[in-house]
């Protein structure tokens, strides 16, 4: 009983914070054909209990596509667990994926329930798990196989019934190639793959996402759109979205700001400027990354990191960015 009613409190404390985080959740939006073979995808796969592994650039949504994975299943009812393996310190992750006793390590002054402990008779959502660390990916494949592991510093072995869902933008066949990453738990994972679209693959969804986003953040900024040109949907439309469905809301957020009117502005944004000389041939590799770094420069006005930042965009570590940078000649004007 007393285990039940530390599950039950943990759960609670997940959920109260998840629905803080995920109040302004909306529905996937599509029009397209192609995107429209991705959600048929979704609904083959939601009523089993096969792990799905969701692939695609960043800001894509494959966090979507996995919440409509879990909506359309036989465990909506339950939590949907998410659990984003780049943001969380190597050291940590394993106590937050599998919980921990009082005292298993310095720092640990009460017992911790795991995510897999939460999301037992529902579903986990590993995201980036290409960033998981090779040491537990062995763990993480006997949770799948067994359905059981051992909280950090107990021997008590728990049963659990969890879906996964797992994302990453990495080539796992790559990862493990290169000794990154399992190939029994890649195979593992790899049962039911869905291929997120980036938004140049589906650019007849533009007109109907900026619609979406003029509706969703207008109330909140004190603008009603009720005209957006042609020419705004045309510059939209041209442009090559290297961050995807995330950079579009960005920028119609940034318009909502600065339109004066009832009709969509984009100020000065223009998309992609092209940058250097121009060449008659064809570019080298090093140039097109040099255009593709300061392209996104460009719309974060030269901001690297946070929220907002080209390095979130670019899927990059801020450091590594800086790095990149540095080696490429790239200064801010």
């Known amino acids: 009983m007393e285990q039940l009613k530390n599950q039950l409190q943990a759960e609670n404390a997940y959920l109260r914070d998840e629905i803080k985080q995920t109040s302004n959740f909306e529905e996937i939006v599509s029009q397209s054909k192609a995107f429209g073979k991705v959600l048929r995808q979704v609904e083959q796969v939601a009523n089993t209990n096969s792990s799905v592994l969701i692939l695609g650039e960043s800001g894509t949504g494959k966090e979507l596509l996995a919440r ?4 359309r299943s036989n465990r909506k009812n339950r939590p949907l667990v998410k659990v984003n393996c780049a943001v969380l310190p190597a050291t940590l992750i394993e106590s937050e994926l599998f919980g921990h006793e ?14 897999f402990e939460l999301a037992d008779g529902g579903t986990i959502f590993l995201d980036e798990i290409g960033e998981l660390p090779i040491e537990l990916q062995a763990k993480l494949l006997r949770v799948l196989q067994e359905g059981e592991f051992e909280r950090v510093g107990s021997s008590k072995t728990i049963k659990v019934n969890v879906r996964l869902i797992a994302a990453t933008n990495r080539d796992l066949e790559k990862e ?5 990453f399992r190939e029994d738990l890649y195979y593992r994972l790899n049962v039911f793959p869905i291929q997120s679209l980036p938004l140049r693959e589906r650019k007849d969804d533009i ?5 979406h986003f003029c509706a969703k953040h207008g109330p909140g900024i004190g603008r009603q759109i009720d005209v ?5 949907l045309d510059t939209l439309i041209a442009y090559h979205w290297p961050g995807n ?16 009117g009832r009709k969509l502005d984009l100020g000065d944004w223009s998309g992609r ?21 300061v392209s996104v420069l460009e719309y974060t006005r030269w901001k690297v990191s946070g929220e907002n930042g080209a390095a979130k965009i670019l899927d990059m570590i801020p450091t ?5 940078m540095k080696k490429l000649g790239i200064q801010r004007p």
């Open 102 to 115: 009082k005292g298993a390590f310095t720092g640990a002054t009460n017992q911790k329930i795991g995510r």
């Open 320 to 324: 590594t960015l800086d790095s990149r």
């Open 245 to 260: 469905v995330r950079e579009l809301e960005n920028v119609v957020e940034r318009s909502l700001i600065i339109s004066s």
């Open 273 to 293: 400027k092209r940058t250097g000389p121009a060449r008659a041939g064809l570019m080298t590799m090093e140039d097109c990354e040099r255009n593709h770094i």
């Open 207 to 211: 007109p109907l996402l900026v619609r």
């Open 176 to 180: 493990v190639g290169e000794g990154r």
């Open 68 to 71: 409509a994975v879990h909506n």
């Open 228 to 232: 957006i040109p042609q020419e705004v």
